[in-house]
Each structure stands twice: as structure tokens, then as C-alpha cells.
Nanobody, 121 residues
Framework: QVQLVESGGGLVQAGGSLRLSCAAS????????MGWFRQAPGKEREFVTT????????YYADSVKGRFTISRDNAKNTVYLQMNSLKPEDTAVYYC??????????????WGQGTQVTVSS
């Protein structure tokens, strides 16, 4: 089992920045690719970004490319999501997940409880 706890969400104005963190415990964190997904009210959960176990490979949704950056620190069992130039359409609950390096939620075995990000216009 891997337990994941997200933090860092909040309310920010459009154009602002937030940094989300996801702390992992349990099984070896570095065994897993880590992903960030988000879900807005009335919408399906969507892929945001993912990073390989080593941090050497990263992939982003087109909607966040150039604005968001994923990183990980395996020594701290933590993955980060730096979000810059935030837009109101980025408003959602953000989830981190551990699993295989992929864009689909079904590839991830473990999920955090989510953290709310709200971007005001």
C-alpha cells in the first residue's frame, strides 16, 4: 500500500501561482511513476501531468504545458506540482496518484484524497 496526502491548494487570482505537494508513505515511493489529475464539478477526472520514477521523463496535458511543472524528490517521498499563470479553468480538485507512467487514471493504483484549487477571475 502507498498512502498519498496532497497539500498546497487554495484560492488564487488569475495569473497567480500555487505549489502543490504530495507526500507518500508506505511502499517504496521511488518504485512508482507519479501523476497529477484534476476534476472539476460535473466533469470527468482528467490527466494533468506525470513523472517517471527517476524524474527523467515527464508528460503534460496540452492545457497546462508551459505553465505547470512536475518534479519529485525521492529522498523526501514527495512529488510537487508548480502551477504558474493560473487560469479560472484550472479550478478543480487536484489528485496525486502512484502507478505506471501513463495518462489514464486506470494506470494508477493509489490515490490521494485531493486538494481544492480555485482560481478567481
Amino acid at each position: 500500500q502507498v498512502q498519498l496526502v496532497e497539500s498546497g491548494g487554495g484560492l488564487v487570482q488569475a495569473g497567480g501561482s500555487l505549489r502543490l505537494s504530495c507526500a507518500a508513505s508506505g511502499r517504496t515511493f521511488s518504485n512508482y511513476a507519479m501523476g497529477w489529475f484534476r476534476q472539476a464539478p460535473g466533469k470527468e477526472r482528467e490527466f494533468v501531468t506525470t513523472i517517471s520514477w527517476s524524474g527523467g521523463d515527464t508528460y503534460y496535458a496540452d492545457s497546462v504545458k508551459g505553465r505547470f511543472t512536475i518534479s519529485r524528490d525521492n529522498a523526501k517521498n514527495t512529488v510537487y506540482l508548480q502551477m504558474n499563470s493560473l487560469k479560472p479553468e484550472d479550478t478543480a480538485v487536484y489528485y496525486c496518484a502512484a502507478g505506471r507512467l501513463h495518462r489514464i487514471p486506470a494506470s494508477y493504483n493509489y490515490w490521494g484524497q485531493g486538494t481544492q484549487v480555485t482560481v478567481s477571475s
